[in-house]
């Protein structure tokens, strides 16, 4: 298909957009419950983490419902996300993924006062923003068509849209969209919140990623949400679609193949390759028991 471009406009410095406060612009929790902390550690390179603790008895905002907590589920997806980092290692997708460990916490709720004494998953902290913010929302502020540009045509790691329509499509991954999809300043890529996958989320859900054509995610890019997902008007006539070009559309993996070249096919990476030929030499029970399902 050859190489997709935005427009080709002058490059723009992205250093005065990395000062998101931690917090503002992380997405909502889907789990009510749960809260998300910022700290040192001397587990990562860069001594920052990223720790998730559940179950704890504590509203969110003020005149909130008190959240409730399913033990059992929360422990399933810790097992599910621990999984896919070991799938990681062996697959050759840990520049992409956040690597994740569970460990105990000690401290207290900033603003709270509550003590918090059990375990939590932690994650290496993800520098950059994410792609909603760079585009849209403002938070930092958002950035000039110049500097967007730049970042699509001349940074962007496209071997990593490559690679991460593969990983999506490998996990099926069902909620890849630019709030979990991290931007750095070299146009590196990073997929956070993986865990809608594998249908622990949502059942009837093969695959649903920005990366990948014809799911309803690169659907949305393409023809907005209100159409794709037919939202009711205020004047009771039927959507129509934008009539603009989203940047992300030049997400779509196959802007970065080889000229004249579709489709992947069976070109994968090699280490790509080796993984996927030894889970496909496998029973449905044997890839249920290899070492990276183990907990």
Known sequence: MGVCEYVNLPRASLLDIFTCPFGHCAAPSIWPCSWIFRTHTNMTPSGEAVVKVHCVPVAKRVGFQMPVCNPLRIAEIMRLLISLG?????????????????????????????????????????????????????????????????MFNNRLNKTRVV???????????????????????????????????LQHMWRHCGFDSVFVPTTQKQEIVRLANHYVNK????????????????????LDYRCYLPEGQEQIGTQYPPQ??????????????????MRWWRT
């Not at 840990?94 to 939590?120: E, K, Q, S």
């Not at 496909?280 to 890839?287: D, G, H, I, L």
């Open 163 to 197: 690679r991460a329509a593969i990983f999506d499509l490998l996990t099926s991954q069902c909620d890849r969209h630019a709030q979990n999809l991290f931007l750095q300043e070299d146009g590196n890529l990073k997929l956070i919140d993986n865990e809608s996958c």
């Open 86 to 150: 070991k799938l990681s290692q062996d697959c050759g997708f840990t520049d992409l993924i956040p690597r994740m460990w569970l460990a105990p916490v000690l401290g207290v709720v900033p603003g709270v006062g509550y003590p918090i004494d059990w375990w939590g998953l932690w994650m290496e902290y993800v520098e950059g923003i994410s792609l909603e913010n760079f585009l849209y929302h403002g938070i930092p502020r958002r950035q000039p068509l110049e500097t967007v540009a730049d």
């Open 231 to 250: 939202l009711p008007t205020s004047t009771g006539q039927p959507q129509i679609p934008r009539f603009d070009a989203d940047p992300q559309l030049l």
């Open 272 to 289: 790509i390759d080796k993984c996927l030929r030894h889970i496909a030499s496998m029973t449905p029970e044997e890839v249920m028991q």
